[in-house]
């Protein structure tokens, strides 16, 4: 909400956020509490008083977190058939590891390399997947994979928030080098009108160029399941 009102995060705060991701075991509260209270502070009065509430009701309220654990979303897929009447697709999405080349990509700004710390952090944090055992993948999905990212991808890939082989469901529309919030609109164009800010600096590359492609695959292929329901309803009605 703040990234949206406001572009970018301070700096400061990002700081912050780097400092709460690497430091395991750590007691996080305090370091909540202070990011918080900085980004509160760019609010009007009564819009801090309305967003402390509504984070106070999700911290008085977390039934729903056990339910998005590995071991909960296994169990519902398992137990979640897929409605024969609709048709699935999903854009599979990786980030380039973090590293010396994506510290470079980055950029020297400094909002650029504390939030590429922070995405370094969690695309680690996501990788661990890799402890669990890699997927079993259709050998078509696994092909795409090949050829998008001209290379066999991995257990442990991510786009920095979710691994990139669990995000298999359906039909691939398309397999593209982006971060989570690349694909979202979240790249760096500040001269656009609207302007686009790069939330989560991954030096992976992705591009207005790439996000209106990523798009029009996307409109296409919702184009062309709703002829295929079409024709189906027609030859049904006759």
């Known amino acids: 909400m703040y990234s949206l009102r406001a572009g970018r995060l301070p700096v400061g705060v990002v700081l912050r956020m780097v400092k709460l991701l690497r430091r395991p075991g750590a007691k996080p509260q305090g370091v909540v509490d202070q990011i918080f209270a900085d980004l509160l502070a760019d609010f009007s009065i009564d819009r801090r008083r309305a967003l402390a509430d509504f984070f106070g009701s999700i911290r008085g309220d977390q039934d729903l977190v056990a339910q998005i654990t590995p071991a909960a979303t296994d169990v519902f897929n398992a137990s979640t058939q897929d409605r024969p009447s609709v048709r699935y697709g999903c854009v599979v999405t990786r980030a380039r590891p973090p590293g010396l080349a994506s510290l470079v990509r980055a950029g020297l700004g400094v909002y650029a390399q504390s939030t590429h710390a922070v995405?370094?952090?969690?695309?680690?944090?996501?990788?661990?997947?890799?402890?669990?055992?890699?997927?079993?993948?259709?050998?078509?999905?696994?092909?795409?994979?090949?050829?998008?990212?001209?290379?066999?991808?991995?257990?442990?890939?991510?786009?920095?928030?979710?691994?990139?082989?669990?995000?298999?469901?359906?039909?691939?529309?398309?397999?593209?080098?982006?971060?989570?919030?690349?694909?979202?609109?979240?790249?760096?164009?500040?001269?656009?009108?609207?302007?686009?800010?790069?939330?989560?600096?991954?030096?992976?590359?992705?591009?207005?160029?790439?996000?209106?492609?990523?798009?029009?695959?996307?409109?296409?292929?919702?184009?062309?399941?709703?002829?295929?329901?079409?024709?189906?309803?027609g030859e049904e009605g006759s």
Request: proline share 6%.
């Open 119 to 233: 995405f370094a952090a969690l695309h680690r944090i996501c990788a661990r997947t890799r402890e669990s055992g890699a997927r079993l993948i259709p050998a078509a999905d696994a092909e795409l994979l090949r050829r998008a990212f001209d290379r066999a991808t991995a257990a442990g890939e991510n786009d920095g928030i979710v691994p990139t082989e669990s995000q298999l469901w359906g039909d691939p529309i398309a397999g593209v080098w982006a971060d989570h919030l690349d694909v979202i609109g979240h790249f760096d164009h500040p001269t656009h009108v609207p302007p686009h800010f790069d939330w989560l600096v991954s030096g992976t590359g992705f591009s207005r160029p790439q996000f209106e492609r990523l798009w029009k695959d996307v409109a296409l292929w919702l184009a062309r399941s709703s002829d295929r329901r079409m024709r189906r309803q």
